[in-house]
């Protein structure tokens, strides 16, 4: 207790000397005639645009073997139908997050689609105090953002910045409602730029940030220091579960570019392209014969699909897309995914030094996939590549090697795993991939497959 008492009273004396009228007298209010900066006007007009969001809502919560039977749970127990067996249960949550207010005409609010997600009510708080019911405009799970609307008067909007300006070193603002604390402000830097491989949201380019972000954040602003919004404060790395000095926001040109999907059509509609790729390294570069390109190398087109009609092989180097230097693969899968389907892409490519303009209609995912399986019923969902290497047993072989099969192909239920090598189709061989593809188009009802598995040998029966 005496050391408790001891540094109370170390406490009490440094909160006098910081507070003494003397020694605040002698803080410059001015410095060469200007007043001390301050983040005071800016915020004047930023923070009224910020919100508080309040869901709450019901999920689906697993049966706990040691909980107390599911007929005493009342009004919790969405589930009960006498007799059966209970396996899941309905949980109430509630949820705290934040908001931007981004268009004050029609009451549009943005936020992150985790905030709100499963909610059946959600409330939103102004900093002025009045409470609205917010009703979901859209939700794109893939990307983090969602849209809200409220019907109310005098609301206060942000403007957006063009974040692709933002440069490491920046001051930023976030504010928002941490742990529920309303109108929160804190301050830092761009720490980093483009951050696409943390693997939290389906699509990633994120803006790292330093200015102290805890839970209730996620969905408020990031601003620069002339008020204007530069990201959605999103997530943090906090291995402690509190703060850290490293915050996630997703840049405002990804936000504008879905929330206006939202809005006009209530969801993003996104196509594919059937391609894969991976960022061109300097070793890559180098083995290309392409000594400082930078860009995404591509690695695999699908058959039929967007990327091979528009004359994409294997080996290109994605330059630009839409004017857009590409350096990283996070960017064109971006690029690619935060677009309807049907909407058309430049690409520049190089292809053996030489430089390419191409261009690509993204598809409709449902629609490519049922022309795809009209067109190839028997190997649809199958990713293969032409093999030539000896194998133990056997000697030289050359055939088809399965990659990958989705659990619901024709293959996959035929028996079909990946690393199987197909050697011959229908009895006939099957060296390459044009010569099985050829012997599946011969055939209507059933595809008579042997592959090599490990040490063995097999036939297989695929059916459409």
Do not use: C
């Amino acid at each position: 207790m005496r050391a408790i008492k001891h540094l109370l009273s170390l406490a009490l004396a440094i909160s006098v000397v910081v507070l003494s009228p003397i020694a605040l007298a002698k803080l410059p209010t001015k410095v060469n005639g200007q007043n001390m900066p301050s983040l005071a006007p800016m915020l004047k007009h930023a923070t009224p645009a910020i919100v508080n969001i309040y869901a709450q809502g019901k999920v689906k919560a697993p049966e706990n073997p040691f909980s107390e039977p599911p007929a005493s749970r009342g009004k919790d127990n969405d589930d009960d139908d006498g007799d059966a067996p209970q396996r899941n249960y309905s949980k109430q949550f509630e949820s705290f997050g934040s908001g931007v207010i981004v268009d004050a005409h029609n009451g549009y609010i943005i936020t992150n689609a985790h905030v709100i997600t499963q909610a059946r009510q959600i409330t939103v708080t102004l900093k002025d105090g009045r409470r609205f019911k917010a009703k979901v405009k859209g939700v794109d799970l893939a990307s983090d953002i969602a849209v809200l609307q409220i019907k109310a008067q005098n609301l206060t909007s942000i403007p957006f910045a063009n974040s692709d300006k933002l440069e490491v070193g920046d001051f930023v603002v976030a504010i928002g409602s941490p742990f529920g604390l309303n109108q929160t402000v804190t301050s830092g830097i761009v720490s980093a730029l483009q951050r696409d491989d943390l693997q939290i949201e389906g699509y990633e380019d994120f803006i790292q940030t330093d200015a102290p972000i805890n839970p209730g954040n996620s969905g408020g602003a990031l601003v620069n220091l002339q008020g204007q919004f530069v990201g959605m404060n999103t997530a943090i790395l906090a291995p402690s579960g509190g703060n850290v000095g490293i915050g996630f926001a997703i840049p405002a040109d990804m936000v504008k570019n879905v929330m206006n999907q939202l809005i006009k059509y209530g969801s993003i509609g996104r196509g594919i392209a059937g391609v894969m790729i991976q960022t061109l390294t300097p070793e890559l570069a180098t083995a290309f014969h392409a000594n400082g390109a930078s860009g995404a190398v591509v690695t695999s087109v699908r058959p039929g699909s967007p990327a091979a009609q528009a004359g994409l092989k294997t080996g290109d180097i994605i330059e630009k897309i839409n004017g857009l230097n590409i350096k990283r693969a996070g960017q064109v899968k971006n690029s690619i995914g935060l677009v309807r389907a049907g909407s058309h892409i430049n690409l520049e490519v190089m292809r053996n030094n030489k430089m390419l303009a191409l261009k690509l209609t993204t598809a409709d995912p449902s629609a490519f996939k049922k022309d795809m399986e009209s067109h190839n019923p028997f190997l649809y969902g199958v990713v293969m590549r032409n093999f030539d290497a000896q194998v133990p047993n056997f000697g030289r072989v050359t055939g088809v090697q399965i990659v990958h099969a989705n659990d619901s192909s024709p293959a996959w239920q035929a028996g079909l795993r990946p690393g199987d090598v197909i050697v011959s189709a229908n009895m006939k061989p099957a060296h390459s991939m044009e010569q099985l593809q050829t012997a599946v188009n011969n055939q209507h009802n059933e595809l008579l497959l042997n592959i090599l598995r490990g040490n063995g040998a097999a036939f297989f029966v695929v059916k459409r």
